[in-house]
């Protein structure tokens, strides 16, 4: 018993201690009151998992002393009995700027700018003015008493919030949503680091694409880890001084759909950072691939309205993606709480902070459980700021951070009464709001005029006024405490307003009022008939909600289950091996486990095999496109003269319905190239068109290439003067950019040899990593291929001579349409060249391009192909081949090759594909006549023994899609009907790149 009364004594000792040793003075008496509240008789919630019926909360000075069933009250607690009323903790969000200065971006001019190539911020900063670490959130903040306000009403006590500007945005600071000074708001003040895609307000030049911001961000990483062991030796730089302090903290990455998940998480993998992402809304869509990368996710809670597709020629406008995102939207929360996905809930995106309660329950309806949606908002947000042990739930020890609800937090009618905050309490509704809802007898100066309605919440009751002579009157109310005041018209034929004050009675309503004409009189409301409330069994009654089905990819060409590889004979055909076999009459292929095993006649179907007719038709290997742009966010990386550190593999869209298009022209293989901004372009991709596969699936990662740009696009000659300051601007200083780059990696290799070369390695001592001259480098050890685009004989001669000079080669010539006239050179060399079959007149510099020039770069012994550029002309590669037998007499087979082997003899992966060989990839296409012909069309396209189009399924498809699309319009249609809001459909084009194109200049077929 001693022990116990001393330790109350010290506890109130110390509490007496602590008001004393205030560091701010108070201009007035101190409060010194402990702050004791005791909450009973309530259903306390105290996490997603433990729930305490009949319970009371102690709670002093701003914490929770203790919680259950059985809590002594000390003397002089104020206690409030909370019977049928529920407390939950308050919520907390994740992704905030509440208290942040706003962030003040230019509005982006129309039209090309000058390039700003250096950072213009003030200080020792680094280099780039979208990478900031050096912002410091609790440095930053100031309380917003309006913004506070919002999100308190809405439930929420505590943000972390950061400044949402650039790609590296510093740290964040966890703080809560009371109205005390900011000393007494901010819990923590470097809680974690953020990063985005986003330059924010950075006005510098580079990065100017996808690409190129996951370059600088994993440059800048490698950079703070060399500049911790060496680097700070050389000079001072804050931001990665800044950088190094907050890159242990929890980092968090802001991405805008579920590539940008993805793509975020690859780079986390390469520092070995677990990212928590916050995701755009549509991750349902790709649920497989983002539960591989092991991200905690936040989500968004804003849905898109339906469109209003009354008019048919506006709903011609809006796609079968958007049309199915509508739908699934609200589901996305379900489907990743299914797939076992941990996620916290934000209210980022939301229109109107108001919507939050709306979004939450729409979800919930969708199948979203209510412990996920608040372990969401409570404890798992908690933990991932490591703040388990300050709020997210109701134990001894933490903040005094808790809601009263009049139920369920998640129910259809739950009132938030108060929110307190660190034992603050803030009142959003009255907690015990008298019982007015019924019907009453009404008179006025003694006199029966009619009836009085009380319907609606018992928060919120709603007023109507059934007077005398069959006239409804909806009157103005307004309650403050147990005092009300009506006014109403009673006639509208007569104009005069009557004022009604008065106070709750034992019975109904009394009172004093104003008639129209001055006079004074009494007034009385006796209540008649008491409110019935309907019976609800649940708070929340989960609905059904019908859905189409996901589809991969998430467009209306897309499939419910992505294709098999299958065991396959494909009988009696003619095939076009491509190797020294040449064309076989009535011949037989067999596929097996993605790889063609058997090529022969009279073929032996193996166990379990389905069987293709051939006869009359014809097999090939599938084309490969050696110049491509399809299924890529971004082709141009152009800040800077050289981009050699980005990767295209960053930037591949699987949704490009590119893929589907070309494979219904028998394309297989893409070769992804940077476009022609710059001398030294990013590093290629290739991938394989498989129709609704992730992009690890499509990508073939052992492919390194690599493309160059020579001419017009790379000095800017289009662009105008405004735009002349990036080096360079002639054709010499093109040449320059080559010498001064290779020789930068020449020795940057050496630099790296010697010191892995050094018996004792000193990490302090270890060189800086450069990924753009890595990537060089790369090339002048063989590692990595050259595509050049190309169009003048001059220019190359030019790179010809810097390789032969600096003792690297060039892999392929691209474009190359003056190839006819320096064909022996490149022989000589063992370039090869990918050309065009009859462009010209285009532009300047190929004004002396012929539709020859293949035939000729053939008929000299260089490997040439045929390529595209452009998504409509791979759709026809195979009468572009066709065209190189007409223009020379190219033999057929040798045409055919342009378009299949020699592509995959450039790329380096005709081991695999490119040809019908047993032992190969099964990329394979059967044509219904002759491939060279115009009348040909595939009847199937193949990859590794999958079935990604076929012309039978495909009319079946269209069909389907026609059927979906109209019922998902008839579904906007009743929405619109019920009065729910709609947007109006706009005209969208997906990008059709072409090499030249830079996002934010180039406008053309967005």
Not at 774 to 787: C, G, M, P, Q, Y
Not at 930 to 946: C, D, H, K, Q, W
Request: contains cysteine; hydrophobic residues 40%; neutral net charge.
């Amino acid at each position: 018993m001693f022990k116990k009364i001393s330790a109350l004594l010290a506890g109130v000792t110390v509490s007496i201690f602590c008001h004393g040793q205030q560091t701010f003075p108070q201009n007035g008496a101190y409060d010194e009151r402990p702050g004791r509240f005791a909450f009973t008789n309530a259903t306390i919630v105290v996490d997603s998992k433990t729930t305490i019926a009949g319970g009371t909360m102690l709670i002093e000075n701003g914490t929770i002393r203790e919680v259950g069933k059985k809590v002594k009250i000390p003397a002089g607690t104020v206690v409030t009995d909370l019977k049928g009323k529920y407390i939950y903790p308050s919520l907390i969000d994740l992704d905030s700027d509440y208290g942040m200065p706003d962030v003040k971006r230019e509005r982006p001019a129309q039209g090309r700018q000058t390039p700003q190539i250096e950072s213009n911020k003030k200080g020792a900063f680094g280099w780039n003015q979208a990478i900031q670490p050096e912002n410091d959130a609790s440095l930053l903040f100031t309380p917003d008493a309006r913004k506070a306000e919002d999100l308190r009403k809405i439930g929420f006590g505590t943000v972390l919030t950061f400044s949402h500007d650039g790609i590296v945005r510093g740290n964040g600071a966890v703080v809560t949503l009371t109205d005390e000074p900011a000393n007494k708001a901010l819990l923590n003040k470097k809680a974690s680091a953020h990063f985005s895609f986003s330059k924010g307000s950075s006005t510098q030049t580079y990065p100017s694409s996808a690409m190129g911001i996951v370059a600088l961000l994993r440059e800048n990483y490698y950079d703070a880890e060399w500049y911790a062991r060496a680097g700070k030796t050389k000079d001072m730089n804050l931001s990665l001084e800044a950088f190094n302090q907050i890159k242990t903290l929890p980092s968090f990455f802001e991405t805008n759909d579920k590539y940008s998940v993805l793509r975020a998480d690859r780079i986390g993998d390469e520092f070995g950072i677990q990212y928590i992402i916050r995701g755009g809304g549509d991750e349902y869509q790709r649920l497989k691939e983002i539960k591989a990368t092991k991200a905690t996710l936040i989500l968004p809670l804003q849905f898109p309205d339906a469109y209003d597709v009354a008019d048919p020629w506006d709903a011609d406008l809006v796609s079968v993606a958007q049309l199915k995102h509508w739908e699934l939207a609200p589901k996305n929360m379900s489907e990743v709480a299914k797939a076992e996905i941990p996620f916290a809930l934000t209210t980022t995106g939301l229109k109107s902070k108001g919507d939050f309660w709306k979004n939450l329950k729409t979800a919930i309806e969708y199948g979203l459980p209510k412990e996920k949606a608040l372990e969401a908002l409570t404890t798992l947000p908690a933990s991932l700021i490591k703040a388990e042990g300050q709020i997210g739930s109701l134990r001894t020890g933490l903040l005094a951070n808790f809601l009263i609800t009049s139920g369920d937090i998640f129910g259809k009618d739950n009132i938030i009464y108060e929110n307190w905050i660190q034992g603050k309490k803030f009142i959003l509704a009255p907690l015990n709001a008298p019982e007015l809802r019924g019907t009453y007898q009404l008179s006025v100066n003694n006199e029966s005029t009619g009836k009085l309605l009380v319907t609606g919440t018992l928060e919120k009751p709603d007023f109507k006024l059934a007077l005398k002579d069959s006239v409804k009157v909806t009157p103005k109310t307004v309650i403050a405490n147990e005092l009300l005041t009506l006014t109403y018209q009673p006639d509208a034929q007569t104009p005069g307003t009557v004022r009604l004050t008065g106070w709750i009675t034992g019975n109904g309503l009394a009172g004093e009022g104003i008639l129209p004409n001055g006079s004074v009189v009494p007034w009385a409301a006796t209540l008649s008939e008491k409110y019935q409330s309907a019976t609800v069994k649940d708070s929340v009654i989960v609905k059904t909600k019908e859905t189409g089905n996901v589809v991969y990819p998430f467009l209306g060409f897309g499939n419910e289950e992505l294709p098999k590889a299958q065991t396959v004979l494909i009988k009696n055909a003619t095939v076009w091996t491509n190797e020294k076999e040449g064309i076989l009459q009535n011949a037989d292929v067999i596929v097996q486990n993605g790889k063609i095993t058997k090529v022969g006649k009279a073929l032996a179907a193996p166990s379990g095999a389905s069987t293709v007719d051939g006869t009359g038709k014809h097999l090939t290997s599938g084309i490969i496109d050696e110049h491509s742009h399809i299924a890529l966010f971004a082709i141009n990386e152009g800040g800077q003269s050289s981009s050699a550190e980005v990767r295209m593999s960053d930037v591949i869209n699987p949704d490009d319905i590119n893929i589907y298009r070309q494979l219904a022209g028998g394309v297989t293989t893409s070769h992804l190239l940077h476009g022609s901004a710059n001398s030294i372009g990013g590093q290629s991709a290739l991938i394989k068109l498989k129709w609704g596969a992730g992009q690890s699936e499509m990508l073939l990662p052992e492919v390194k290439t690599i493309k160059f740009a020579l001419g017009e696009n790379v000095k800017q000659s289009n662009w105008g003067d405004i735009v002349r300051t990036r080096f360079p601007q002639t054709r010499m200083g093109v040449e320059q950019v080559y010498f001064d780059h290779f020789l930068r990696a020449k020795d940057y290799a050496k630099t790296w040899k010697n010191y892995n070369a050094a018996s004792k390695k000193q990490s302090a001592n270890s060189p800086r990593r450069d990924i753009e001259l890595e990537a060089l480098a790369e090339i002048l050890d063989s590692e990595r291929f050259i595509t050049c685009h190309s169009y003048v004989q001059s220019e190359i001669n030019m790179l010809m001579h810097v390789a032969d000079s600096l003792h690297f080669k060039i892999n392929t010539f691209t474009h190359i349409l003056e190839g006819y006239k320096m064909a022996d050179k490149m022989a000589q060399r063992g370039i090869g060249g990918s050309t065009f079959a009859d462009w010209w007149a285009y532009k300047m510099e190929v004004k002396e391009a012929i539709p020859y020039n293949a035939a000729l770069m053939y008929h000299e012994g260089i490997t040439v192909a045929i390529n595209s550029d452009d998504a409509e002309m791979a759709r026809r590669l195979n009468q572009e081949a066709a065209k190189t037998v007409e223009y020379g007499g190219v033999p057929e087979e040798e045409a055919w090759k342009m378009v299949t082997l020699n592509p995959a003899k450039l790329l380096h992966v005709d081991h695999r594909i490119g040809s019908i060989r047993a032992g190969k990839d099964a990329d394979l296409v059967l044509w219904n006549t002759n491939p060279l012909s115009v009348y040909a069309r595939p009847e199937f396209t193949m990859i590794e023994g999958a079935v990604y189009f076929d012309r039978k399924k495909d009319e079946e498809k269209q069909k389907s899609i026609a059927i979906e699309r109209e019922r998902l319009i008839q579904k906007m249609l009743n929405d619109k009907a019920e009065g729910k809001p709609v947007q109006k459909p706009q005209t969208s084009q997906p990008r059709m790149w072409h090499c030249e194109d830079v996002i934010g200049v180039h406008t053309e077929h967005e």
